[in-house]
């Protein structure tokens, strides 16, 4: 039961599952999302640490709830459906779904109330991560060519909201623009290589993950100082967040191997 109403479980007993999946989640969301921020803010008081992690609980809880849906509704309609959860867990599923979502609903709207009146947060900053729900609902509806753009805009949601929300700035799309350069947008790309969407510009390139995603953090990070160099972009944040996913996404397959290594030895 308590992977259904704990923040964060259902994530990892569906979605991640391992120690190295959770540690990758750790790199690409949570330490980018604030690195993210302390660049952009010039640093981070105690008071924005609650905001951010407060924040990405909201972001999460609500996400999961789609995940929920997905695993749970959705598979109902779907012909070869991926089954994420095993017979004893939809059991206790369909014997408390409305408690389930009661208290995921109920623990959002808490933490948002807690964002609004005790840590002072424009409370329009926080409907991003309330977007999550309706965007998810309506993706778990579809099954074609339009849940690429739906997926995008729920991975743009899930990374933009923690960093609206802390920093509250003045020109919201230009954050959101930014954001999505740096991890939506290789994302997106990388879901237009499934087989499933069938893209003619795939069918004689099969995409390599690992290749891809170093290449695009290096040509990212390459034209991003290029425009610093040259003073056609005023902000770091793009280029040293850019810089930072180049690194890790070239260390972790060896990091990977040299762990399968100790583990053959």
């Not at 569906?14 to 790199?27: A, D, E, F, K, Y």
């Not at 010039?42 to 709830?65: K, P």
């Not at 005790?118 to 509806?141: D, E, H, M, T």
């Not at 795939?202 to 290029?226: C, D, E, P, Q, S």
Request: charged share 15%.
């Amino acid at each position: 039961m308590y992977i259904f109403i704990c923040p964060f479980a259902y994530t990892y007993n569906t979605r991640l599952r391992s120690l190295i999946s959770l540690l990758s989640w750790g790199v690409i969301y949570f330490l980018l999302l604030l690195l993210f921020v302390m660049v952009q803010n010039d640093g981070i008081n105690y008071t924005e640490i609650m905001i951010f992690c407060v924040s990405i609980i909201i972001v999460y809880n609500n996400y999961e709830i789609g995940y929920i849906i997905n695993d749970t509704e959705t598979i109902k309609k779907e012909k070869k459906p991926t089954m994420r959860l095993g017979r004893n867990a939809l059991d206790i599923y369909e014997s408390n779904k409305l408690l389930i979502y009661g208290i995921r609903v109920c623990l959002s709207i808490v933490l948002t109330l807690f964002l609004i009146k005790i840590l002072k947060v424009q409370g329009y900053y926080i409907i991003s991560a309330w977007l999550i729900l309706p965007v998810f609902i309506i993706y778990n509806s579809i099954r074609n060519r339009l849940n690429l753009a739906l997926h995008f805009t729920l991975v743009t949601l899930r990374y933009c909201s923690p960093i609206l929300i802390v920093l509250q700035p003045e020109h919201i799309i230009n954050v959101i623009l930014n954001v999505s350069f740096i991890f939506p947008l290789p994302n997106l790309i990388e879901r237009c290589s499934e087989p499933r969407f069938d893209f003619s510009i795939f069918h004689k390139v099969k995409l390599n993950h690992n290749k891809w995603r170093v290449f695009y953090y290096f040509m990212a990070t390459t034209i991003t100082g290029l425009a610093l160099y040259m003073k056609m972009l005023s902000e770091y944040v793009v280029f040293i967040c850019c810089l930072y996913m180049l690194v890790y996404r070239v260390l972790s397959p060896l990091l990977i191997q040299k762990k399968n290594d100790y583990k053959i030895i």
